[in-house]
């Protein structure tokens, strides 16, 4: 079965500073993944996907996320965090099961950029 | 361009009321459907997909039902609320027969309170 973990629960960095956010999948085919941010009472926004070719997604919002197969990690970065860019990530994996093209997601990760 | 409606987007409802919640899509047709719930604003559980008019399939057993009336409208219903069925709600749809690259788009959410 597919799964995706990151193993932060919250992740404090200071504006200007590059960012990261982890996340690792467990999949049993080629691997379709996703980063999604979410303000407050709001739904998700998609960032970006990686789906085949280079392991440098770039994405919305100046974020980009590196695919490493041998790791099976797939980690979200900026190179300069914004105060704006304070928010809950999730990373989600593509089901394959049933062909209903659901997500799974993980558990979430709080970015706090501080000024 | 394609917009996701959600509607509420707050509700506060006593435990044993109805329920109804209700999403629609504009701007595709045959969309697959989606009805996720957030607890306590972290991790995504998957409650319901449809992948066309009236074909509705669970996730996970609950109090809650969905039905899909028409091709570009999901609801999310209950008889009778519990106090766990307190969340938030998000509606996501993808373009049905899409390549397994194609992200869910969001609806801004609902948010239940069971009380």
């Known amino acids: 079965a597919q799964s995706v973990a990151q193993p932060e629960d919250q992740v404090n960095v200071a504006e200007g500073n590059p960012l990261t956010v982890k996340c690792t999948y467990s999949v049993s085919g080629n691997p379709y993944l996703f980063w999604y941010v979410q303000y407050p009472n709001r739904g998700l926004q998609f960032l970006l996907k990686?789906?085949?070719?280079?392991?440098l997604v770039k994405g919305s919002y100046g974020f980009e996320a590196e695919f490493n197969k041998s790791q099976t990690s797939f980690h979200l970065k900026k190179p300069s965090a914004l105060v704006s860019d304070s928010a809950l990530y999730f990373c989600a994996v593509r089901d394959y099961s049933g062909n209903t093209g659901k997500l799974i997601f993980g558990q979430g990760t709080t970015l706090q950029v501080k000024p | 361009s394609q917009t996701i409606h959600q509607w509420p987007a707050t509700l506060v409802q006593p435990v044993g009321s109805p329920l109804s919640l209700e999403c629609t899509v504009e701007g595709t047709s045959n969309p697959n459907l989606y009805w996720y719930r957030q607890a306590a604003g972290r991790g995504l559980q998957l409650l319901f997909y449809s992948v066309g008019i009236g074909q509705i399939s669970s996730e996970v057993p609950q109090n809650l039902s969905a039905s899909r009336p028409q091709d570009r409208q999901f609801i999310l219903s209950s008889k009778k609320l519990l106090l766990s069925d307190s969340g938030f709600y998000l509606c996501?749809?993808?373009?049905?027969?899409?390549?397994?690259?194609?992200?869910?788009?969001f609806g801004n959410g609902t948010r239940l309170t069971v009380t």
């Open positions: 990686y789906i085949t070719g280079d392991n």
């Open positions: 996501a749809w993808r373009q049905e027969g899409s390549s397994y690259n194609s992200p869910l788009h």
